[in-house]
């Protein structure tokens, strides 16, 4: 029995530390405790309980399965709950939207829209500049064609007998010679018909070779065939809903873990001033950046929480005759001054209920129940690691004008500040130095600084700004050294 006891206080021991941080079972004010926390945690969460004799002495080996909320409620009742306050003066600031709506019917949409082209196409000839100038030629000799046919026509009247068509082959050679009764042409009139038959045939092969020569032919064959189908299901969601059920059960959850939730109700009307927005349009748009920088300045909060519950109105059960719901919880949390993300999870999870609205308050207890503890333990666990291994913080000097020696100085006394570790330069210029370090000291960083340049006469007038884990130093009044970084310019 004292062997199992002692297992006991060992697993108790162990657990505080897994919660608190290493080595905070030694810290003398837990220590006094632990036997009372042991006594607290009920049999049935010790499992596993092993026995054995080794070298003569008996040894037992039990293990703990225990609740984190259960216990971290206990190690606060017991007063040991050394990290409650720190992540209390941390406060989160949470907005969430909470949609409840019905599942897409895919075999009912609401509009479908089937589109089909086809183009086919031979090819395309130009030839304008040839055209032109054979329609031109074509013209010139169909004139002379029928001048000469006139002419001819004309010595063939009066003839008692005449073949036209030997008439009309014989003309190029001599038109006098007709029969005698006709009527004779003149050798001058034979010769002008001549000449305009030259002259018409000349002008055909000059446009001929024109045409030739000139011709610009581009040809094109193509099949194009274009299919297009559009189909629209019933919307998802919409308008978001005017109470958050989720958010409320979520807030009750968080609370249990002692963390400082601001409420969002007045801040978020007070800021959108009736314009309703919802958590999507935040996210892709630009008024997240400006929300979270408001909700740092007006707000006071060093975290923001956003998140989204969806809530599917799934029908009526066959089995239980209920109806049946289904939802999925999404959140993120990050810090306002630097966006380091501390917390997120996704949660799904389905219930019933006698109407829409009890299965969607059934639901929504459940999505906190499940995601509170997980956000909760996650925001916990980050101050847990942050009191053990410090904060990181961008530390910034700067001044009109700073000499090697002053930085030097500077540098050498950061590192006698007792809990600044790891300290690195990441910038240096003529007016400006930059650090990046660790500190878990309990006194603000900017005061244990000045602190430790007390006695150096060049840091006599130092002035200095704090925006989260971005602290600002300035050889002189930082609104008139540096008004940029003073007012936020130096943030990472």
């Not at 446009?207 to 189909?231: G, I, R």
């Not at 599917?312 to 005759?321: K, R, Y």
């Not at 100085?409 to 240096?428: H, I, N, W, Y």
Request: net charge negative.
């Amino acid at each position: 029995m004292e062997a199992e006891r002692a297992a006991k206080r060992q697993a108790a021991a162990v657990a505080i530390e897994k919660v608190l941080g290493p080595n905070a079972s030694l810290d003398p004010r837990i220590a006094a405790k632990v036997d009372a926390v042991a006594s607290q945690i009920p049999e049935e969460r010790v499992i596993d309980v092993r026995s054995a004799t080794l070298n003569g002495f008996y040894e037992v080996t039990a293990t703990l399965v225990l609740d984190d909320k259960e216990f971290r409620s206990l190690l606060s009742d017991l007063g040991i709950a050394v990290n409650t306050a720190t992540a209390r003066s941390h406060s989160i600031l949470a907005v969430m939207d909470e949609f409840l709506t019905s599942p897409r019917d895919l075999n009912a949409p609401l509009e479908e829209l089937e589109v089909i082209r086809s183009e086919v196409g031979q090819s395309f000839h130009d030839r304008s500049k040839a055209s032109s100038r054979s329609a031109s030629a074509s013209a010139s000799a169909s004139a002379s064609e029928t001048h000469v046919d006139a002419r001819a026509s004309s010595s063939a009247r009066g003839a008692e007998s005449h073949d036209r068509g030997a008439e009309l082959a014989g003309r190029g050679g001599s038109l006098a010679a007709h029969d005698r009764g006709s009527t004779s042409v003149s050798a001058t009139e034979a010769k002008s018909l001549q000449a305009s038959d030259r002259r018409a045939s000349a002008q055909t092969r000059s446009a001929s070779s024109a045409s030739s020569s000139t011709a610009d032919v581009a040809s094109e064959q193509h099949d194009n065939q274009f299919y297009m189908k559009l189909v629209k299901y019933q919307p998802q969601g919409g308008s978001p809903e005017k109470t958050s059920q989720t958010y409320n059960a979520l807030v009750g959850q968080l609370q249990d873990y002692d963390l400082r939730v601001l409420d969002n109700d007045a801040f978020r009307s007070r800021y959108f001033k009736g314009r309703p927005l919802t958590i999507q349009e935040l996210q892709d748009g630009a008024e997240l950046a400006k929300y979270v920088s408001f909700a740092r300045t007006d707000g006071n909060a060093d975290f923001f929480m956003v998140g989204t519950s969806v809530i599917v109105d799934a029908g009526t059960s066959p089995v239980t005759g209920d109806l049946s719901c289904t939802g999925i919880l999404s959140l993120k949390t990050y810090s306002t001054a630097d966006g380091e993300s501390i917390a997120s999870e996704t949660i799904s999870e389905a219930s019933s209920g006698r109407t829409v609205n009890d299965c969607a308050g059934n639901l929504a207890k459940k999505l906190a129940a499940l995601a509170g503890p997980v956000v909760g333990a996650r925001v916990q666990e980050y101050w847990k690691r942050r009191s053990a291994y410090g904060r990181e913080f961008v530390l910034t000097l700067t001044g009109k004008s700073l000499p090697l020696m002053v930085k030097t100085a500077f540098a050498k006394a950061l590192k006698g500040v007792p809990g600044v570790e790891a300290d690195t330069q990441r910038a240096s210029s003529s007016t400006r130095l930059q650090v990046v370090l660790t500190y878990k000291g309990a006194d603000p960083l900017d005061q244990a600084i000045a602190a430790a340049l007390g006695e150096n006469a060049a840091f006599a007038a130092l002035d200095s700004r704090t925006n989260g884990n971005q602290v600002l130093l300035c050889l002189g009044p930082c609104d008139e050294v540096a008004p940029a970084e003073a007012s936020g310019g130096s943030a990472r």
